[in-house]
């Protein structure tokens, strides 16, 4: 009896039903044990039972009917996140980098922003500004999809775009 | 310097590289995969339904075990697809990655997390397990693990099915990823080792264990039943 404990894994990858569960040689020695050890054969049963009661039931009508278009709808949001964080760059770039940067909760702002600083516009103006003209993103997707620009390579340039870009990039951490 | 050192001088630097052993191994499916990726990371939206389409099932046999409707267990799907898909983006951007994205593996991490994350918020959990419209039926009258040990047979089915159903999401979270795609995604075992970055044995290992535990998780709720 204590042979069945060499076994026990056999037993278990040949009540999973997967394809690749035991090689041939894997198998044939299982099967040979099998026809001679009634313990083993009721383990084998108990554990395809157990694995079969455990298993997720088919989808229902309804399930499947929920997911029918899953690709089509999946793919459509992802355009609608798309076009949403266009506009959301927009609308960062048409505010100053930094106020955007401070007027999202929590946020550190990187060094690297404050070198970038637009001439002449106070800070708390261009945090109204951006306010006034900016609805508020859905937060799942920006905290997730900020799209992200190498920070070392910001320093080469000088124009606002970068800033925007480090900003966003700041959110993303 | 005798001639044999300095022959192996020469070994050094002329070593041949040694093979990267790449746990799971590259599946034929996976090969196909990686070149839909490919595709979907240059704006392919045929990829992209593509992709979805051979995962779907996959994504649903995770998600489905923490869903309390249909259109949950669909939503939960979606985000998963999206998650992925857009943090695979943002990888190329970044120029991240030099081998081609694990899309599979990031579907399932993805999916674990969102699901769990959405049962807990919920909190409705103890009640949903053995309430849930997607739960195993329950309602019986289903050929469903026919022919039975005798040791299931004191135990009305339906009791079974809730009680497998609590201890799966009790399984540590290897064996319960192992285990539910084997039974619910029913997956190969190179996919189940590639999908979760293992190798093939260690799969089979772990789907060993599941299963041992899950036959005592039954074996205490039957003594537990008895006076």
């Known amino acids: 009896m204590n042979a069945c404990q060499d076994y026990e894994l056999l037993v278990s990858l040949r009540a999973s039903g997967a394809p690749d569960a035991l090689d041939a040689a894997e198998a044939a020695r299982l099967d040979a044990h099998l026809a001679a050890c009634a313990a083993c054969r009721a383990e084998l049963e108990a554990s395809a039972a157990v694995l079969s009661l455990a298993a997720l039931p088919p989808p229902s009508e309804a399930e499947r009917r929920a997911v029918r278009d899953l690709p089509a709808r999946t793919l459509a949001e992802l355009h609608r996140n798309d076009r949403r964080r266009s506009t959301v760059r927009r609308a960062l770039v048409a505010a100053a980098g930094i106020a955007v940067a401070a007027g999202l909760a929590g946020v550190i702002v990187a060094p690297a922003l404050f070198k970038k600083a637009p001439q002449g516009i106070p800070v708390q103006f261009a945090e109204t500004a951006q306010q006034a003209s900016w609805e508020v993103p859905d937060m799942d997707t920006l905290w997730s999809d900020a799209q992200v620009v190498d920070l070392d390579s910001s320093s080469a340039q000088s124009d606002g775009d970068t800033s925007t870009d480090a900003a966003v990039a700041a959110l993303d951490y | 310097m005798t001639p044999a050192r300095h022959m192996d001088e020469r070994d050094e630097t002329r070593r041949t ?211």
């Not at chain 2, 490919?38 to 045929?46: H, M, N, S």
């Not at chain 2, 995770?62 to 898909?85: E, H, K, P």
């Not at chain 2, 329950?138 to 009680?163: I, K, P, T, V, Y």
């Open chain 2, 17 to 227: 590289p040694s093979l990267r052993v790449v746990a799971g191994g590259v599946t034929p499916a996976r090969r196909e995969e990686d070149a839909l990726v490919a595709a979907f990371l240059v704006g392919d939206d045929d990829a992209f339904g593509e992709l979805v389409r051979r995962n779907e099932r996959m994504v649903l046999s995770i998600v489905r075990r923490y869903a309390r409707s249909a259109d949950d267990a669909r939503d939960l799907a979606q985000r998963t697809f999206l998650r992925a898909f857009e943090a695979s983006r943002r990888a190329l951007r970044r120029g991240l990655r030099r081998e081609p994205v694990p899309v599979r593996r990031w579907l399932v991490r993805v999916a674990v997390n969102l699901a769990k994350n959405h049962a807990r918020d919920e909190a409705r959990r103890a009640h949903a397990l053995t309430a849930s419209p997607v739960a195993p039926a329950a309602q019986g009258g289903e050929a469903r693990g026919e022919g039975a040990a005798d040791a299931l047979e004191s135990m009305s089915r339906a009791e079974e099915a809730a009680r497998l159903r609590v201890a799966v999401l009790e399984l540590p979270r290897r064996q319960r990823e192992v285990l539910t795609l084997r039974i619910d995604a029913e997956l190969p075992f190179a996919e189940i080792a590639d999908a979760l970055g293992i190798t093939e044995n260690a799969a089979k290992v772990t789907f060993h264990h599941a299963t041992r535990r899950l036959r005592a998780a039954l074996a205490d709720a039957e003594r537990e039943r008895l006076p």
